[in-house]
């Protein structure tokens, strides 16, 4: 376990911290914050402008989920369906920064 503490490991901790946050949001089941959207945006912008990368497939299938979390006509059933492949999908994106930060630093899928 290497860490290298200089500003682009330290953003990307932020980033992944943001997204736990937003796993809690989404645990407690609401699911009309901004919060996940946010964090996709941010997650594409610092994936972007840094060499840390992340499955373009995963990272565009959990914003996905994110946005149709929005959608207010959904049942209870769908609706818990999709939060928790929307939660599993931000818990990669979280594996994947640590494994970039804390480990040899290439993303592990």
Do not use: C
């Not at 594409?44 to 959990?62: A, Q």
């Not at 994947?96 to 290439?106: K, N, T």
Request: aromatic share 14%; net charge neutral; charged share 10%.
């Amino acid at each position: 376990m290497d860490f290298n503490a200089n500003s682009e490991n330290i953003t990307a901790l932020l980033v992944a911290s943001l997204a736990v946050v937003a796993m809690v949001f989404l645990m407690r089941k609401k699911y009309d914050s901004n919060l996940p959207l946010m964090f996709y945006v941010i997650a594409l912008i610092f994936t972007n402008m840094t060499d840390k990368t992340v499955n373009p497939y995963l990272m565009f299938i959990g914003l996905a989920f994110a946005m149709l979390l929005r959608f207010e006509f959904m049942n209870t059933g769908f609706s818990k369906v999709v939060a928790i492949l929307a939660t599993a999908s931000m818990g990669l994106i979280v594996y994947v920064f640590l494994v970039e930060v804390f480990g040899s630093g290439q993303a592990p899928f």
